[in-house]
């Protein structure tokens, strides 16, 4: 069945650590994205990719990075510099632009040692 | 800003039972608008999809409208069931970028 991947379900962070979050998919979609949910709070776009070996910052990318290699993988690598990264991290990829509909992964829980 | 703004922020049915989730938008130009079903723990589903010059679209119990001059669409779940109890997210689509709402959480209780 085609789908996104995403793993670990839980991660935990030390200070001063780098974690990266892992995003897989196999709908042969050209766009990926990540976003970042906190509790009461809509989706907040942290950066996309629309072809590859190319990203963009979305909203809020201070302390995130990304990288796109593969068509298939978008990882994620959230910094020490983000002071704030409990959260629950969302992968999502569509066929082409944002204005497609987007398939979601089961998302990634990041938490604090 | 473009914002979109969901209403009620969280609901609580009896199983059985019909409701409707509000969704009103200042994103323009508009493109479409989709109702995604998210279950705790979980990614987000897509539920339906509606563009400009759509005003109705079901997807089983669920059925969307859109009113694109007012602004506003809405989704309508018939016969609740146990399993509809989860946060729904009204995402509107517009010049390049997607504007999610903050969601209403649906409980079903027996």
């Known amino acids: 069945d085609g789908g996104i991947t995403q793993s670990p379900k839980y991660l935990f962070r030390k200070e001063g650590q780098n974690v990266t979050l892992s995003c897989e998919q196999n709908?042969?979609?050209?766009?990926m994205y990540w976003y970042r949910q906190d509790p009461g709070q809509g989706l907040r776009l942290i950066y996309y990719?629309?072809?590859?070996?190319?990203?963009q910052k979305g909203d809020i990318a201070e302390g995130y990075s990304v990288s796109r290699e593969k068509k298939e993988s978008f990882p994620l690598t959230v910094t020490s510099a983000q002071k704030n990264p409990t959260a629950f991290y969302l992968c999502?990829?569509?066929?082409?632009?944002?204005?497609?509909?987007?398939?979601f992964g089961d998302g990634t829980r990041l938490s604090i040692l | 800003k473009n914002q979109v703004e969901q209403s009620p922020q969280s609901l609580i049915i009896l199983e059985g039972k019909n409701c409707t989730l509000q969704?009103?938008?200042?994103?323009?130009?508009?493109?479409?608008l989709r109702w995604y079903k998210q279950d705790t723990g979980r990614g987000p589903v897509s539920l339906t999809i509606?563009?400009?010059?759509?005003n109705t679209k079901s997807n089983g119990r669920y059925t969307a409208t859109l009113d694109a001059d007012t602004k506003q669409s809405s989704l309508h779940i018939t016969a609740s069931q146990l399993s509809d109890s989860a946060s729904y997210i009204c995402?509107?689509?517009?010049?390049?970028?997607?504007?999610f709402g903050d969601g209403t959480t649906l409980t079903v209780k027996p």
């Open positions: 999502a990829s569509s066929i082409g632009e944002f204005n497609q509909p987007q398939h």
């Open positions: 709908l042969n979609h050209d766009a």
């Open positions: 990719s629309q072809i590859v070996n190319d990203f």
């Open positions: 969704c009103n938008y200042t994103v323009s130009p508009f493109s479409n």
């Open positions: 509606m563009t400009f010059s759509e």
């Open positions: 995402v509107v689509s517009a010049a390049g970028k997607s504007t």
